[in-house]
């Protein structure tokens, strides 16, 4: 329909205004009588123009005369038999003819004298008579004389020479003018639409012509727009009237010129529906992409082949094998205009009896559409980079770190093949190791000494996310950026959920930067103590697959790199107090991992007591509080077991009606103690065996010895016994006369005393000494 | 809580009297001493080492108020029914182990003037230990025949070889001599020149005719001879218990401070490798002192090393209890609540059956407490275990009124001590005595936490 019909009748109306404009001039400067002349010469010429437009007016000089146009009548039907085509013959595809010298070889053109056109009396355009004029020495191949609606009759001879050129050269010439491939097409559609009608063997010839249409489609059609659109609708419509399948690989696979669907995707879909079968994902993004509904942003079209096949995995994701659509009532119906100007306007349509056109539905559309979406959004940041110019663009490693993981990894890019072999071959290395970030880099494809901003950092990580591997540090979770100089610890992921950290995995994390700190203090990490931390922090934290493989990566990371305190400062002053005290005490228990809390990890502490805002003096406190817990450490997981994050209180026997509750079990222990160091004590101070003082054996004298004094302070003792209290003075005269010392004296006798009776003889009080008469009994027994 | 015994009347009576004026019991203290038996049976080897010529050093390392005093209080009454001399001072700024301006020869005069015997358990006995030093040189002269000059001499022979022997001898020998001759000047002077009163030489000349002094740079000496003497008097040993030690963490002074820690280092080496006999040593501080990096015990590397932790021990989940440090836990209200029940128990002669108030009205009582004072109540149990008493006694009195018309109506105040930060003078602060296992207060804090 992109041929524009020539209008007759606005022709005349044009001349008519012309003339009557001519008149009023005419009339008002010349007068009535060059009127007359005018009014007659003009009635003249459109008696000339009628005349010549009834009857086909061969070019000038062409002398071949016509038969007789036989009255046809113009009815709906074409089950009549055929109009007088006495004179020409349909050339099959494997017959060779020779026209006017022109040997012709492939045939499918009706030859002869006379073939009318289907609804006028003209010969059909198509009509090839080989008994009309050819200027074969100047054939106008490039067809610059060809009308818009060119027929052989009435075409220049040398026209006629170059269409029978093309003919003969094989009909493939792309520079011939696109005027002669629809002359050839007429005849075919002259073919297919009226001869089949009536003759059954030539449905046998419509492959083959469909073949032909296709052929010259794929000539012809990207240089017109006209043919492209007539060969591909009348392939269609080919296709639409077979009853079986044969022709369906000839149905247009591109959308048409107004935007409607390609007709063997309509079909497709529509025979899918029937059949209640699903919508593979290619013909639904066909379906959407070609779907004048659809609505496609600047990513869609920037970064199509990544569109397409993140589109098709979304789609093949989330309805499996494909949506399967419930067939409508509306048939798919195929309508076709023939080009042919010896049709007349006339219009040919075909409806699929059992195919329901699907693609008049909404909801698929709708349903592609919020796949699209979707897509379309996360291809943003990659489409914004192939937006950049070149030199703004940077490295292609970012752009492709946008890229949503599903169509990254199977897509070829070289540089992500070549990472991921690089992947593949660290994070499976065993025992793992840590990396050099140099060597990260190179696999990267960036300068392996240049360190990372914090945004190239984290599309690094984001990249190695995407292809199912996780990098420690990851500056999402908490790390920092990738310094050239550094280490990292590659590792494959469980799947790429998170892309930012969970509150539990920022504490665990946050708990090992400091551990590791704390650990790196005596100078080495010892496996055990690194075994330790692992345990100790998967046991207080309920952390999913993936935060235990990250945080695995993240101890062997911080096994070779410390954390650096400065680094850690920011997120403390993130921290609730009660989640502060809860890692002090962790620390705590992190640097008794080795049995010991050495100087060095106390300075350490100190340092990050410091920076938690605690009083460093109260980390001796803790310490010490940590370490007088009991009898044998006691782990922190033993005594505080998380579930989900909240630790219970540790189960009280409540004495009752008392608001102080009492840990009974604790009070027993302490009643159990109590009893040892009691009885220890008692057998202490009730110890009845003499001692053993170092007093030199004294020769038995005369006297009487009491206990084990010596001579002289028996002698002073039995001196006083008898009394209740004597002066100061009095005392150390006897002492005096007994030449021994008075104080020593007191000592000796208490001493003796104490021995045997566990209590003291003689009480100093001021002046006077208080003498116990009991003891004295006692000592005299 | 069977107590095999009844609990004497004296022995009741001054614990109940020390307690309820705030002080640490002189006696019967193995009768409120809760839980560390551990420690306690610890301390008693080193003690028994002491009486067989070993010698010993301990760091008793805790908290305010986890009962370091009451614990080397509870040591000494041990350590003098073992028959060993016990000297006791609490560090202050003027008294140190070692100075250069007479503090560290303050701190052997205040350890002289708290030299304690069985016999005399509140100190002061030193002229004691002398005159029964010279006692039983009279008692051998009488019996040998001869001198006791020369008895005391030969017995000091050994004394003599030592740094600052000779004079010491001298003065034992002065102080022999003015008894001999009435002379009790001399005799004074010879005391005073043992506790280390003399501040110049030439007054000590003057005095004594002798050449040295007690001064700041042989403090150390002087108690290692002092050690030798008490022996050679009959004693089994002595046990130094010096108190506050985070007095040299305060110090402001580096060099004065390591100075401090060299002393501190040398005796250490000295026990620990045997070289001092019958002399057992007890330093008591806090954990920043022990533990604090830049200023504390650990900041001296030598003490640092000597004094860390068993690692295999550790490793193994055991304590390894000769390590020279001993943790005493904090108070937990468990510890005051078995505390409480001695409490009852010596207030009622040890006799079950005449207790005055049932275990009830124990909780509710440390439910009053806690109310009153809030957690600090079992931190620092002075004050509560003098409401305690006091109610205890007001029962004992009136038989009428039922414990549950008491409680509520004591008053107790908060313990002042509390908010002291500086020097601590624990002296006075009373008992009870821990093994505990946890602590409590932490727990309670992690257990609300959540992110």
Same mark, same amino acid.
């Given at each position: 329909m992109g041929r524009r019909r020539k209008n007759d009748i606005s022709g005349l109306g044009i001349v008519f205004l012309v003339i009557i404009g001519f008149i009023v001039i005419v009339i008002q400067k010349i007068g009535w009588w060059l009127l007359a002349i005018a009014v007659i010469a003009g009635i003249i010429y459109l008696l000339y123009r009628y005349l010549k437009k009834s009857t086909p007016t061969p070019y000038a000089g062409d002398t071949f005369s016509e038969p007789e146009p036989v009255a046809y009548s113009n009815g709906n039907s074409f089950s009549s038999p055929l109009r007088k085509t006495e004179n020409a013959a349909w050339i099959s595809a494997n017959t060779e003819v020779e026209i006017q010298g022109y040997s012709i070889n492939g045939g499918m053109f009706y030859l002869g004298k006379s073939l009318q056109s289907i609804s006028s009396s003209s010969p059909d355009p198509c009509l090839i008579d080989p008994s009309m004029r050819i200027n074969k020495a100047s054939p106008d191949t490039a067809g @610059?004389?060809? @009308?818009?609606? $060119?027929s052989y009759s009435n075409i220049s001879p040398a026209a006629r020479a170059a269409y029978l050129d093309w003919l003969a050269s094989?009909? /493939?010439? $792309?520079?011939?003018?696109v005027g002669y491939v629809f002359l050839f097409f007429y005849g075919l559609e002259r073919r297919v639409l009226i001869d089949s009608q009536s003759d059954n063997s030539v449905r046998a010839d419509i492959p083959q012509i469909a073949a032909e249409v296709q052929r010259l489609l794929r000539i012809y059609g990207s240089s017109s727009g006209s043919f492209n659109s007539y060969a591909t609708s009348f392939l269609n419509f080919l296709c639409s009237q077979s009853r079986d399948n044969s022709l369906e690989q000839f149905a247009a696979t591109e959308s048409g010129q107004y935007g409607e669907l390609p007709f063997a995707l309509r079909m497709e879909a529509g025979k899918l529906s029937s059949q209640a079968k699903p919508i593979p994902p290619r013909l639904a993004f066909e379906w959407f992409i070609r779907s004048p509904e659809s609505k496609l942003r600047t990513p869609a079209r920037r970064c199509e082949a990544e569109f397409t096949r993140l589109f098709m995995v979304r789609y093949a994701s989330k309805y499996g094998e494909g949506l399967v659509i419930k067939p409508n009532k509306t048939l798919l119906r195929c309508e076709y205009h023939p080009a042919s100007s010896s049709f007349m306007g006339k219009t040919f349509s075909n409806s699929l009896q059992d195919v329901p056109d699907v693609t008049k539905l909404s909801r698929p559309i709708s349903v592609f559409q919020a796949i699209a979406d979707e897509c379309m959004e996360d291809l943003d940041a990659f489409s914004r980079f192939q937006g950049k110019k070149l030199e703004e663009q940077g490295n292609k490693i970012y752009a492709l770190a946008q890229l949503p993981s599903e169509i990254l990894r199977d897509a070829n890019y070289e540089e992500i093949q070549e990472l991921i072999s690089f992947l593949k071959q660290r994070a499976g290395a065993k025992p793992e190791e840590v990396v050099e970030i140099s060597a990260i880099l190179s696999a990267l494809g960036l300068d392996s000494s240049v360190s990372l901003s914090n945004g190239e950092s984290l599309l690094v990580a984001q990249l190695l996310g995407r292809l199912g591997y996780g990098i420690e540090p990851d500056i999402r979770f908490g790390g920092g950026k990738l310094v050239s100089t550094e280490k990292a610890v590659i590792f494959t992921l469980a799947d790429n959920l998170a892309s930012a950290a969970s509150p539990e995995y920022t504490f665990a994390a946050l708990l090992l930067s400091f551990s590791s700190i704390v650990i790196h203090a005596d100078g080495s990490v010892s496996p055990k103590e690194s075994d330790k931390l692992r345990t100790h922090v998967t046991s207080i934290l309920s952390l999913t697959q993936n935060e235990q493989r990250r945080l695995d990566a993240l101890l062997l990371y911080y096994c070779t790199v410390p954390a650096s305190l400065t680094q850690a400062k920011k997120r403390i002053q993130e921290l609730k107090p009660e989640s502060k005290s809860f890692i002090l005490s962790f620390l705590l228990s992190v640097a008794n991992a080795d049995g010991n809390i050495d100087p060095a990890e106390i300075k350490i502490l100190k340092k990050i007591y410091e920076l938690f805002g605690v009083d460093s003096n109260s980390l001796y406190s803790d310490i010490h509080a940590f370490q007088t817990k009991g009898d044998a450490p006691i782990s922190i997981s033993a005594e505080a077991p998380v579930v989900g994050f909240s630790i219970p209180k540790k189960p009280q026997k409540i004495v009752k009606g008392s608001p102080v509750s009492l840990d009974m079990d604790l009070v027993n222990k302490t009643i159990h103690e109590t009893q040892q160091v009691q009885s220890l004590l008692t057998s202490i101070f009730s110890d009845?065996?003499? /001692?053993?003082?170092?007093?030199p054996e004294s020769k038995p004298s005369n006297s009487q010895l009491i206990a084990n004094l010596d001579s002289s302070h028996s002698e002073l003792f039995l001196n006083i016994c008898d009394k209740d209290a004597l002066p100061v003075d009095s005392f150390n005269d006897i002492c005096k006369k007994l030449g021994i010392l008075p104080s020593g004296a007191i000592e000796m006798i208490n001493a003796a005393c104490f021995d045997k009776a566990d209590e003291l003889y003689i009480e100093e009080n001021d002046e006077t000494l208080i003498l116990n008469n009991e003891v004295a009994k006692e000592m005299l027994k | 809580m069977n107590i095999e015994k009844k609990i004497r009347t004296k022995e009741r009576d001054s614990i109940l009297q020390s307690l309820r004026a705030g002080v640490v019991p002189r006696i019967g203290l193995h009768h409120v001493q809760v839980g560390r038996a551990q420690e306690v049976g610890n301390i008693v080897k080193d003690i028994e080492r002491i009486c067989d010529s070993g010698s010993s050093i301990r760091f008793i390392i805790g908290e305010y108020g986890a009962g370091k005093t009451f614990f080397l209080h509870l040591v000494r009454t041990v350590a003098l029914e073992k028959n060993v001399v016990t000297a006791h001072a609490d560090l202050t700024p003027d008294r140190r182990i070692h100075a250069t301006g007479g503090q560290a020869r303050n701190l052997y005069a205040e350890l002289m003037r708290n030299v304690s015997t069985r016999t005399k358990p509140d100190g002061g006995a030193l002229a004691s230990i002398v005159e029964r030093f010279i006692s039983s040189a009279i008692s051998e002269s009488k019996e040998k025949g001869v001198g006791v000059d020369a008895v005391i001499s030969n017995r000091l022979s050994q004394i003599v070889e030592m740094v600052g022997g000779y004079d010491f001898s001298q003065v034992i020998s002065a102080y022999w001599h003015a008894f001999d001759s009435g002379n009790d000047q001399l005799k004074n002077d010879s005391i005073r020149w043992l506790r280390g009163e003399y501040t110049t030489k030439t007054d000590a000349r003057n005095a004594l005719g002798v050449r040295t002094i007690v001064d700041d740079s042989n403090v150390y000496d002087h108690l290692k001879l002092f050690s030798l003497f008490v022996r050679l008097a009959g004693y089994s040993g002595l046990l130094i218990g010096l108190d506050e030690l985070v007095n040299l963490y305060k110090m402001a002074n580096t060099q004065a401070r390591n100075a401090n820690y060299e002393q501190i280092l040398r005796i250490l080496n000295d026990s620990l490798q045997g070289i001092s006999v019958g002399l057992g040593f007890i330093l008591c501080g806090t954990p920043d002192f022990l533990m604090d990096t830049r200023r504390g015990l650990f900041s001296y590397q030598a003490l640092q090393s000597r004094l860390a932790e068993n690692t295999f021990a550790k490793t193994a989940g055991v304590i390894d209890q000769s390590g020279p440090v001993i943790r005493l836990a904090n108070l937990t209200q468990e510890d005051l609540y078995v505390l409480l029940t001695k409490m009852r128990h010596i207030y009622a002669f040890g006799e079950q059956e005449k207790y005055l108030v049932p275990d009830d009205a124990l909780t509710s009582f440390m439910a009053h407490c806690s109310t009153k004072i809030g957690d600090a109540y079992f931190r620092t149990p002075r004050t509560t275990i003098r409401a305690f008493i006091d109610m205890l006694s007001v029962l004992e009195q009136n038989p009428n009124i039922t414990w549950k018309d008491l409680i509520g109506n004591i008053s107790i105040a908060k313990d002042s001590d509390l908010s002291q930060d500086d020097v601590i003078n624990e002296s006075d602060c009373v008992p009870t005595e821990i093994q505990a296992p946890e602590q409590k207060a932490s727990t309670d804090e992690l257990s609300s936490f959540r992110l």
């Open positions: @610059s004389a060809m @009308s818009y609606w $060119p094989g009909r /493939d010439d $792309p520079a011939t003018n009845n065996t003499e /001692d053993k003082l170092i007093v | -």
